[in-house]
């Protein structure tokens, strides 16, 4: 049997310490709204859950839940807006655990610059420090294998770049390049 799919929004209010029941199924509920920090909610008879605004659950694939209860385990009435559905929900706000970084970036320049020849078993400077410089990609020419990173990479020390390849490093800072037998590599800087 096919489920039937949308979804609808139920607007309920709980007295204080009491439970109520919404006596609609579905696969999936989302609190859009409610007036209190927490509540418990509860898909059939299972167990209590604490939920706040914006709680999603969904039941797992091909099952179905017949009614939503809601307990109100605060001083005052509770008013709560859940969505309840089939199919899928979303909204347009991301919420995302752990630590991000966000960058607001702005339109850059590519600026070519001369080919750098790397001194065979020795850290050569491909790039000096710029704070004008977002990063730099770097095309290893020396048909080996070599190595960048700090003023301290070495035959074992650093990121290797394999021969042929390229790869950016976004950096304003120093980049250093090591080779054991030599060679040139090409760079291209981006700055703002």
Known sequence: MASPKGSKAY?????????????KGGEF????????????????????????LRTNKRVEQG?????????????????VRI???????????????????????KNATVADAPDVALVAATAT?????????????????TGAAIRVGGASVAAARGVKIAADAVATVESSGEVWGYSAAGGTVSIVEVKD
């Not at 099952?63 to 008013?79: C, E, K």
């Not at 400077?125 to 020419?141: C, F, L, Q």
């Open 11 to 23: 607007t309920r209010k709980v007295p204080a310490g009491e439970e109520r029941t919404i006596t």
């Open 29 to 52: 509920f989302y609190v859009l709204e409610c007036d209190q920090a927490e509540f418990a909610i509860g898909m059939d008879d299972s167990a209590l859950d604490y939920a706040k």
């Open 63 to 79: 099952a179905q839940f017949s009614s939503l209860r809601i307990h109100n385990p605060g001083l005052t009435d509770l008013n």
């Open 83 to 105: 969505i309840i559905g089939f199919g899928e929900y979303g909204d347009d706000e991301v919420n995302i655990g752990g630590s991000v970084t966000a960058a607001i970036t």
């Open 125 to 141: 400077k491909i790039v000096s420090t710029d704070s004008t410089r977002r990063g730099v990609m770097i095309s290893n020419d």
